[in-house]
């Protein structure tokens, strides 16, 4: 491996193996969703807890510092909306490796919609982002999405989707966890495995409860939006999930600490 992608992976893997990936994306097809409506300021007090964030080149541009430092993960796919769902797997490449690397991004995303319909179409976008990105240095994470049919996050599928992106060449995974069988999904991925968080969900004990079990099942980490920035309390959500990716708590003490960060005990 040359030395540019050694050295970008380790900017986003750090020491230990793990990751916390902090995605603000979701706007490029849903718009401005919810407590995303100003991105710059939602992530702002979250970017010291992070590894790295992933966004757009939009994003990028209008609300964030050129100062910086944190990594950048650059959502290169897209051009599609949820007002027509049924299209949502219709993707292409929206951002190019040269602008990617004229924004300093230290790696570039992109969806597959493995079982859709556009399923072939969004797999060559991804072989032919990897033959640019590899000349570069620069590493491509595939994003395994599902787009509404959150059914598909069960191992059979997500194992099948993920290996399929490690085989095209993408040097980082992220995918759904599944409470039946994630270790599977884990094992046939021979590059790294993030998990995203999906849609918001009530209990903060239940996303500490997945994301630790992920991570005794293999996963380097999360790539983790809205339970993180959609919370009543996103920093001490973060401090908690980012407590068990680097300092292996359990998920009970995550939950201590986030309720001390909460409550204004911890600073
Ligand atoms: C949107 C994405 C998100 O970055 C990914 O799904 C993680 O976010 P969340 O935890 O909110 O699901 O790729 O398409």
Wanted: charged residues 25%; contains cysteine.
């Amino acid at each position: 491996m040359d030395w540019g992608m050694k050295n970008r992976l380790a900017q986003l893997i750090q020491n230990d193996g793990r990751a916390l990936f902090l995605p603000i994306d979701h706007g490029y097809f849903q718009g401005p969703t919810r407590k995303l409506e100003e991105p710059g300021k939602t992530v702002k007090p979250l970017l010291p807890y992070a590894d790295a964030i992933m966004l757009t080149r939009g994003i990028l541009r209008s609300s964030i510092d050129p100062e910086n430092t944190k990594p950048i993960i650059l959502r290169v796919s897209g051009g599609t909306s949820m007002a027509r769902k049924e299209e949502l797997s219709h993707e292409g490449i929206t951002t190019s490796v040269e602008e990617a690397i004229r924004l300093n991004a230290s790696a570039v995303s992109l969806s597959i919609f493995v079982g859709s319909e556009h399923e072939h179409e969004s797999l060559l976008n991804l072989s032919n982002l990897v033959n640019e990105c590899e000349e570069y240095g620069i590493p491509a994470m595939a994003v395994t999405a599902v787009g509404v049919e959150l059914e598909k996050r069960e191992a059979r599928h997500l194992a099948l989707a993920c290996r399929i992106a490690a085989e095209l060449g993408a040097r980082v995974v992220k995918t759904y966890y599944c409470k039946e069988g994630f270790e599977k999904v884990v094992r046939g991925c021979p590059v790294p495995v993030v998990m995203a968080g999906g849609p918001k969900v009530e209990s903060e004990l239940g996303v500490f409860e997945f994301v630790h079990d992920g991570i005794q099942k293999g996963a380097i980490g999360v790539n983790l939006g809205r339970n993180i920035w959609q919370s009543d309390y996103p920093v001490a959500m973060i401090r908690a999930i980012r407590s068990i990716i680097h300092e292996n708590a359990t998920p009970k003490e995550a939950h201590e600490l986030f309720n001390e960060v909460k409550s204004g005990k911890k600073k």
